[in-house]
């Protein structure tokens, strides 16, 4: 659900606008974090980037494998069905 916060700020000469410290609080985003940019329609929507598993949207115990973000869960699912159709081929 999108709510209005009433703030509106200006984009400066290099594209940069500032989130309020609230909003900052609020949504527990801390100087460095880094954010997604999301566009739909018309909107452009931030959100905390938190990297999550390529497969189910975990986000925790996330690995890297050939550059995708993948869960430990989801790693050995895969590695377990590669042996099921390695020795069933066999």
């Known amino acids: 659900m999108v709510k209005s916060t009433g703030i509106v700020r200006q984009v400066d ?4 606008i500032v ?5 900052r609080r609020n949504l527990d985003i801390e100087e460095k974090d880094s954010l997604e940019i999301y ?11 938190s990297p999550a598993c390529t497969f189910c949207n975990n986000a925790t115990e996330i690995t890297q494998f050939k550059g995708k973000n993948i869960c430990r869960r989801c ?3 895969l590695f377990a069905n590669n042996g099921e159709k390695t020795s069933s081929a066999e």
């Open 13 to 16: 000469g290099l594209g940069r």
């Open 19 to 23: 989130i309020p410290i609230e909003l």
């Open 75 to 77: 790693l050995e699912e």
């Open 39 to 49: 566009v739909e329609d018309d909107h452009i929507i931030l959100k905390k980037y």
